[in-house]
């Protein structure tokens, strides 16, 4: 018995002295380790105010409205928690606003806070620290929420100078004058077509100058379901003219993508003089195509 003792005893202070503990492993490489899955507490909750308790590890928030999560209030010997990990996930449509609890507070940087907002979709981790004169929690991971819904794909075209301007350039089609194309390479923009009609200016009615342009997209086609463009005319140059652009169509032709597009200019109508409202200096079109994924 007193040898049996001796050896159990001797096995306990050798566990102790290696501070190294193995689950399902006889060659344990840390303090702890385990060979296998590790499981913790996982709750969900839907009540807009909860205190997060000790017990606490995963918590998945799924409530109906904007919700306040409050940190435990840190304390001394068993109740210091640091090193405690919290991991917080918001599935619902509303924020969470995380708390520390009073004389608690968070630590983002090197400013405290008193909360932080999870958002919609968001994923955020905190785990508490030894520090008693900052924040006494640390915000150690976020996530920021899925992408949008929304593909998003911009770039600058070029407005030509009209057909019927004091410096006219004619129209033209099937991409006889490359010099007003945009981009490089498979980012390339072509003006296959250029169609230009001119201003009406009567006692009975006054039609603004206008240019009917067809642009074509050199690269990979655009999927064009659910694409809707959104179109900004600019003026960069010393011509004070300002114009509208109006969308037209869009559409996949030939193995590209096509996008028809009616620009006016608005500011004058008419002439005076040797000056008129068919515009000569060549401008700007800025393109955003948003396509709406699912």
Known sequence: MKTKNFISISLLLGLFVNAQVGIKTTTPNSTLAVAG?????????????????????????????????????????????????????????????????SGNTLRI???????????TGAYAEVVNNSNTTGGTWDLSFTVLPKPSNVEIYGIQLTIPPHANGTAPIADWVSHANPAYDSGTGTDAWWIISKASTTFAHTAGYSNASRMMLVYEFQGT????????????????SSFPDIFTASFVSLANVSGKTRLTVSVSRIDFIGSNGANNSNWTGTFLLNLLLARKLY
């Open 221 to 236: 086609p655009f999927n064009v379901n659910n694409m809707y463009p959104i179109l900004t005319a600019g003026n960069n």
């Open 37 to 101: 899955s590790m499981g913790a507490d996982y709750k969900q909750i839907t009540t807009t105010t909860y205190n997060i308790t000790a017990t606490d590890h995963y918590i998945t928030y799924d409530g109906a409205a904007n919700a306040t999560f409050t940190l435990p209030v840190i304390g001394t010997g068993t109740a210091s928690y640091t090193g405690r990990i919290y991991k917080i996930k918001n599935i619902s449509a509303s924020g969470i606003t995380l708390q520390a609890s």
């Open 109 to 119: 940087d090197n400013t405290p806070v008193a909360s932080f907002v999870i958002p």
